[in-house]
């Protein structure tokens, strides 16, 4: 596609579920991120893959917290045993190793 | 700790004058500052950016002013128009590009 995709776009869990969240990068884009934005606050970087390279992962909050790219394209971040904090606007963004990453839609995450 | 903090929630200005935008930062590392416009529902778009070694950036309507010795960065917008009403992000980086520090945003409101 033209832009970076995320699915679902909306997701509401029971707290305690595991949920996993989709990115699909646009085509090519070597570096991929995710983020979160809670409600009222700014982005929080969760984690960073680039090529080849280990990923950061110094964002993730807790160990409940994963994510992996396979074939150095699509991502998943998954939440295990969600809690309520855990809710929140996820983004996943992708750049070609510069600046100004493009940033998909988000998936909302509601854990009730 | 709040390393990029964007003390104004809102702004609202009328459409033709200018819009100033206002973000500080506390960590001196940062070598790159950028800005990201979000509409509801949408992911962030990526609008400008300024390296550390510049103290200004323009394109267009948009102007990126950096001033390091007051750790404080300024997007001006001018004119401008409604549809630039939307979420403004700073954000800063240094190092590994896609780890970003964003602000928890503006609102920008251009009335017609």
């Known amino acids: 596609g033209a832009g970076v995709s995320q699915s679902p776009s909306n997701k509401v869990t029971e707290k305690g579920k595991d949920v996993e969240l989709r990115c699909d990068p646009i085509?090519?884009?070597?570096?991929l991120y995710w983020y979160r934005q809670s409600l009222g606050q700014g982005l929080e970087f969760l984690i960073y893959f680039q090529g080849n390279s280990a990923p950061d992962k110094s964002g993730l909050p807790s160990d409940r917290f994963s994510a992996e790219r396979t074939g150095g394209s699509v991502s998943t971040l998954t939440i295990q045993r969600t809690q309520q904090e855990d809710s929140a606007v996820y983004l996943c963004a992708s750049s070609l190793d510069s600046l100004g990453a493009f940033f998909g839609q988000g998936t909302r995450l509601t854990v009730v | 700790d709040q390393q990029v903090k964007q003390n104004s929630p809102s702004l609202s200005v009328q459409e033709g004058r200018i819009s100033i935008l206002n973000c500080d930062y506390t960590?001196?590392?940062?070598?790159?500052f950028l800005w990201y416009k979000k509409y509801p529902a949408e992911g962030p778009t990526f609008l400008i950016s300024i390296s550390s070694i510049k103290d200004k950036n323009e394109d267009g309507r948009f102007t990126v002013f950096l001033n390091k010795s007051a750790k404080h960065l300024s997007l001006h917008i001018v004119p401008s128009q409604p549809g630039d009403s939307a979420v403004y992000f700073c954000?800063?980086?240094?190092?590994?590009?896609?780890?970003?520090?964003f602000g928890q945003g503006t609102i920008l409101t251009v009335h017609p």
């Open positions: 960590n001196s590392m940062f070598d790159y």
């Open positions: 954000a800063a980086g240094w190092g590994s590009y896609g780890k970003l520090t």
């Open positions: 085509s090519g884009h070597t570096a």
